[in-house]
Nanobody, 125 residues
């Protein structure tokens, strides 16, 4: 049973930092690209960041560029989203997703194969 589990969400003050983790488990993983998406109340889900298996290719939404950093540790099948200088606009449920096989990442939700259940991030003012 393949699955992704996000962790690290919680309450943080404006200007603070938070690191989200996405751990993949199962028996059908070889190489995969990963992405982070988020959905705030009353809003559509939006792309946050993506990273290729090698880490060579990364992409960020304009709203988080320079503040967030996506990285990965393939030895433990974990992808991270380091969130810095957060604002209340970053409040959302954050979802991790992967696309198995050689793929550099994408901002389109339909390009991904497997999704986690999400972790709540709340930024207080």
């Amino acid at each position: 049973q393949d699955q992704l589990v996000e962790s690290g969400g919680g309450l943080v003050q404006t200007g603070g930092s938070l690191r989200l983790s996405c751990a993949a488990s199962g028996h059908n993983f070889n190489v995969y690209a990963s992405g982070w998406f988020r959905q705030a109340p009353g809003k559509e889900q939006e792309f946050v960041a993506s990273i290729s298996w090698s880490g060579e290719y990364t992409s960020y939404a304009d709203s988080v560029k320079g503040r967030f950093n996506i990285s990965r540790d393939n030895a433990i099948h974990t992808v991270y989203l380091q969130m810095n200088n957060v604002t209340p606009e970053d409040t959302a449920v954050y979802y991790c997703a992967i696309r198995r096989g050689y793929f550099n990442g994408a901002s389109q939700r339909e390009r991904y194969d497997l999704w986690g259940q999400g972790t709540q991030v709340t930024v207080s003012s």
